[in-house]
């Protein structure tokens, strides 16, 4: 079973070999944190499937787990989130679980996980790993959720756990967009014994990672499970804030600090937002900062369209991996549901778009081509233009100013200056 490696603290975690993922829930199981039992099958399994079709045998590795029912999930060794299939609650027989993880491997040349590799300059021939893991369930009762946690504000870099939960929702409610989460500090009133061990568990990972991160969890009858952990994937501003603040905190150097924030990232700290004064047709969450203005398109294929013509704001209620040609070609993005942690937060703040989430006061017609709002109807091709920080809708192009000073910056340059 040389390609099928379970997951164990004696494991070695390398991401190479078993995927971001198992990597991660590997280094969890050290750290002490409660991680479902299951095993990964390597990414050199993987392209060899991809290559010649052929498994390894993974009767034995699931009799080993002796699970009811199973989730089966990609894991590349660069993270690829949503972009390839997922299966839960598979039965714990060796033919189906054999099943999934064909078709998550399948996955890999799906037209969404090649045009994510795409935009990020991720190799082609890399291929994923997949995760075999003993399903908990969010949904099973009352004192059963799930929820995405990270270990600071990955919007401002403020000091604080931020995030989304679902009370008897399992995890892929909460990062598909399509039901409106709840904020993550709703869990200490609801699962008090839940919140204090999700504390804990990011500042285990925190301090072991050095950065900030970001985690799944679900909580099954009042027990929490961690199910993956991953780098924060900070905007400007708040990437400069972090380094700074885990800096003056001790936890890493001045000089670490300084390299850790990349050219983009400083580009985009001075953050520019909408002129006080401007109407707004909507207000929702600011998911990824920045200012765009472009022509409403209301689904995926228009907006990679009508790109080629000037920018186009996308507007949906909610996104998924299946988006991703239109997410890759627009210049900002708009969700009339979803939280921060949600898809199209996610993939907006990894390709550095500007992005409203949960604008509620939206509702998106794509049969008839509008976009209502009490303050009326817009047609797609109409210009409107969206802040990302502030999270404003407003109708045609609305000018911005600069962002404010950031004493964070100031200190991070001064301290490149002063390490060359």
């Known amino acids: 079973m040389t390609d099928i490696h379970r997951l164990d603290p004696r494991t070695p975690a390398d991401a190479g070999v078993l995927g971001g993922k198992a990597a991660g829930l590997i280094t969890m199981m050290r750290l002490g944190l409660p991680v479902p039992a299951g095993f990964a099958v390597s990414t050199v399994a993987g392209r060899e499937f991809l290559r010649s079709g052929r498994l390894p045998e993974l009767d034995d590795a699931v009799r080993d787990l002796a699970a009811p029912a199973v989730s089966v999930r990609s894991g590349a060794a660069v993270s690829m989130p949503g972009m390839m299939s997922t299966f839960l609650n598979v039965a714990g027989d060796p033919g189906p679980v054999r099943d999934a993880v064909e078709a998550v491997f399948a996955s890999w040349h799906t037209p969404r996980a090649t045009s994510y590799r795409e935009v990020h300059g991720i190799p082609h021939d890399l291929g994923t790993a997949v995760v075999v893991q003993q399903m908990v369930f969010g949904d099973l009762d009352l ?87 991953r780098p924060g994937g900070l905007a400007g501003r708040a990437a400069v804030r972090v380094a700074v603040d885990l800096a003056d905190e001790g936890i890493i150097d001045r000089p670490a600090a300084v390299r850790r924030v990349s050219d983009r990232q400083l580009r985009a700290t001075r953050t520019p937002r909408i002129r006080a004064g401007v109407e707004a047709l909507a207000r929702g969450i600011g998911a990824s900062p920045g200012v765009a203005s472009g022509r409403i398109a209301v689904t995926a294929d228009r907006a990679a369209r009508m790109a080629a013509d000037g920018p186009v704001i996308l507007v949906r209620p909610h996104t998924s991996p299946l988006d991703m040609h239109g997410l890759a070609a627009a210049a900002g993005i708009v969700t009339t549901i979803g939280g921060p942690t949600s898809h199209a937060a996610v993939v907006a703040r990894s390709m550095g778009r500007p992005a409203v989430v949960g604008a509620t006061a939206l509702t998106v017609d794509p049969e008839a081509g509008f976009v209502h709002s009490p303050a009326g109807s817009l047609p797609e091709g109409a210009v409107i233009t969206i802040d990302g920080a502030g999270g404003e809708v407003v109708a045609g192009e609305a000018g911005s100013i600069g962002g404010e000073a950031d004493p964070h910056l100031d200190r991070l340059l001064s301290w490149a200056r002063a390490y060359g």
Not at 163 to 182: I, K, M, N, Q, Y
Not at 200 to 215: A, I, N
């Open 143 to 229: 004192r059963s959720g799930s929820g995405v946690a990270f270990s600071r504000d990955p919007g401002s870099g403020a000091p604080h756990p931020y995030g989304d939960v679902l009370f008897g929702h399992p995890g892929d409610d909460v990062v598909s967009g399509r039901v409106a989460t709840r904020p993550l500090g709703d869990l200490a009133g609801r699962e008090p014994a839940v919140w204090a061990a999700l504390l804990d568990g990011l500042g285990r990972v925190e301090r072991h990672y050095r950065d900030v991160c970001h985690v799944e969890f679900t909580f099954e009858a009042g027990r929490l499970w961690f199910l993956q952990v």
